[in-house]
């Protein structure tokens, strides 16, 4: 069976190729969600008016992977403290959140995080939890970004 999940974690080319190397992940799409402009252009979010962040779709198999080996990653891919900035890039289209697809995404990104938050982070984990919207899909030229980029001659 197959699933969808979205996380945004910063930029999106780093996180999608750490997302498209997890066993169990069949495909990714880079895009923008969570703001208040339809068909957003990467420009339009760079400019931090949209609201939208940088984030990733990630189609899975539920048999080879689960949601919470999903969110394990994460997790681990970036500093869910630091509000909107990863490493250089900074503002909002860069925070933290977890889109959910379907309330049960939500219930155990919630556990998730506040075990995680108690466990290890001091309760200082800023990643918000959110029910997805409109996935916006990026331009075809960031999709794969990073793979495209190492395959190029130069």
């Known amino acids: ?3 969808l999940a979205i996380f945004a974690a910063g930029c999106f080319w780093g996180i999608e190729e750490k997302f498209l190397s997890c066993d169990g992940v069949l495909d990714t799409e880079v895009g923008y969600i969570g703001g208040i402009t339809d ?25 080879k992977v689960t949601y919470q080996n999903l969110l394990s990653l994460f997790f ?29 995404q939500y219930l155990i990104a919630d556990s998730f995080k506040r075990n995680l938050n108690k466990d290890k ?4 984990i800023i990643t918000a939890i959110t029910m997805a919207k409109t996935f916006w899909i990026a331009e075809e030229y960031h999709q794969k970004y990073l793979r495209k980029k190492k395959n190029m001659v130069l």
């Open 1 to 3: 069976m197959t699933n």
């Open 39 to 63: 068909n957003p252009t990467y420009h339009d979010v760079c400019t931090g008016d949209t609201e939208h962040a940088e984030a990733v779709r990630v189609k899975f198999d539920t048999n």
């Open 76 to 104: 681990e891919i970036h500093d869910p403290t630091t509000l909107n900035r990863q490493g250089p890039d900074i503002g909002t289209q860069y925070r933290s959140e977890i889109f959910c697809i379907d309330d049960d």
């Open 121 to 124: 982070f001091d309760g200082n």
